[in-house]
């Protein structure tokens, strides 16, 4: 067994008598803190006593009289329609080369794709058939004319001639516009260009090299080979409700808040609304536009339209401060300090941050804002005990 240094039992027992007043100090001190008395249930409200240490958790807030309240509202952001095109095959056909990719710009009439296509190449075959249908007839009107003037002829031979040349001519004008509108009809090669009719950029692609296509893979319901779109201005579609729509009208403005990008704050305005309420979200159609010049917001990006709506009547209040309590909103509102009592209100409109509050409320009124929950579960505890011991609710938790 070792030995004890003979200095460690003596310096022990200093410190553990030196630390015994200090532990039963503190715990005198603890013992003689009295603990907070809980709420009084007085003529339908909760009374706290002065500097109740609970008071410091209910955040009081003002009753303000509603002038204009900025509404949240559900967006998302879509390709501007009047600014993108949609490229699907008019000839079925075998693609042979690919001469655009997603993200590249592209300029009106450029090539995006390539197609060996034989239904194309059909119809290049009748232009050129017309063409020859077309020079022949005009032969023949022109050898009629000598012949009515030789007199060999009747007047009526050169008006069937100078017919037939004008249905020539029609079908030939008919054939080259067809091809013309899809391709080249210089020659028959079969070779169908898929070309964009605008500028801008490839945003979606729906080909490869080698796949064959038809022309029934066109229409909804079937992706476009190439959709070609002007991103630097995107159209906004926003959910609205009914009462919103005062403030949405065309010309509005209204500013959007993406998560892609906290705190920034992008600006747009209204160009149209619908005219039918959705059945299902029962809200309505609202679209506007916004300039993106620097392609930085994207397409089927989910965003959040604030827009400002004036509301004269009414105050507005915080909507931390609003509980539904058995399908009845209410507020609890402070009548003298640390006495609260509950008040039924109706809402005019029901925000995530801010509320407005239409009857049962008055401005200049301080509400709880904070700790909502608490005091209504102090009430309903204090009623129910009061219920359970046979007395008057109002007594219960009555402070000495």
Known sequence: MSKQHPLLAPALLALAICALPGCQRAASADA????????????GALHFAPGH????????????????????LPAKLVWNEERTQRIYPAFAGRVTALRADLGQQVQAGQALALLASPEFGQAQADTARAQADLRLAQQVLARQQQLLAAGIIARKDLEQAQADAARAQAEAARAAARTRLYGSSAQVDQQLALTSSMAGWVVERNLNPGQELRPDQGGPGNPALFVITDPRQLWVQIDAREGDLASLRPGDAFTLQVAAYPGEVFRGHVTASADAIDPQTRTIKVRGVIDNPERRLKAEMLATAQVGENRSAGVLLPAEAVVLDGGQHRVWVQSAPGVFAPRSVQLAHE????????????AGEQVVASNVLLLAQQWRALVQDGAAAGGAPSDKGRTP
Not at 32 to 43: F, V, W
Not at 53 to 72: G, I, M, Y
Not at 351 to 362: D, F, N, Y
Request: hydrophobic share 50%; proline share 16%; glycine share 4%.
């Open 32 to 43: 003689d803190t009295p603990e907070a008395p809980p709420p009084a249930l007085q003529a």
């Open 351 to 362: 925000g995530p941050r801010e509320v407005i509050v239409s009857a049962g409320l008055q």
């Open 53 to 72: 240490p609970q008071l410091a958790l209910l955040a009081l807030a003002p009753a303000r009289a509603a002038q204009e309240l900025q509404v949240d």
